[in-house]
């Protein structure tokens, strides 16, 4: 699903995601989804980007505001897959910024992911999202990985 003839595939099981868990969702009381970001570079290569057209498939189901643009990976990170944990943490710090107009102050954001294997990126990613004043960040991965 990470590659570029499958975005319809990815938007298509988030829509299924949605509907399969709606009562948990619902409970959350979410005011923004924010898709995990992938470098522009990165994005080029593989066509789109998957958590993004996951949270679209979720937001189109749950009704609830997507913002796509508010978090940014500005550092072109190393893929994560053939790192250890402490070198995935590692490769993330840092690598994420929260657009100066973004609306977070006390709300709630649903951080959606495709793949969790150790939680490095979600956490960096929703240490940033916390920096830049969400009141509490809930991450949503698809998939849980070993590794």
């Known amino acids: 699903m990470k590659h570029r003839s499958n975005e319809g595939l990815a938007e298509l099981v988030g829509q299924w995601w ?3 868990a709606k009562p948990q969702f619902d409970a959350l009381q979410i005011d923004w989804v ?3 970001p992938l470098h522009w570079l990165r994005r080029l290569r593989r066509g789109y980007n998957q ?3 996951l949270a679209y498939g979720l937001t189109t ?3 609830l505001p997507l ?3 508010w978090l940014k990976r500005y550092r072109n990170t190393p893929s994560q897959k053939t790192l250890s944990a402490t070198a995935r943490k590692d490769n993330v710090r840092g690598a994420f910024q929260v657009r100066p107009t973004a609306r977070l102050r006390d709300r709630s954001v649903l ?3 495709d793949v969790m294997t150790t939680g490095a990126t979600a956490h960096e990613a929703a240490r940033t999202l916390r ?3 969400a009141k509490r960040v809930v991450v949503a991965a698809l998939a849980r990985a070993h590794g």
């Open 67 to 69: 913002q796509r643009g």
């Open 111 to 113: 951080l959606v992911d």
């Open 51 to 53: 958590s993004g057209s």
């Open 131 to 133: 920096a830049a004043g």
């Open 18 to 20: 949605a509907e399969t």
């Open 61 to 63: 189901r749950l009704r």
């Open 34 to 36: 924010i898709p995990v």
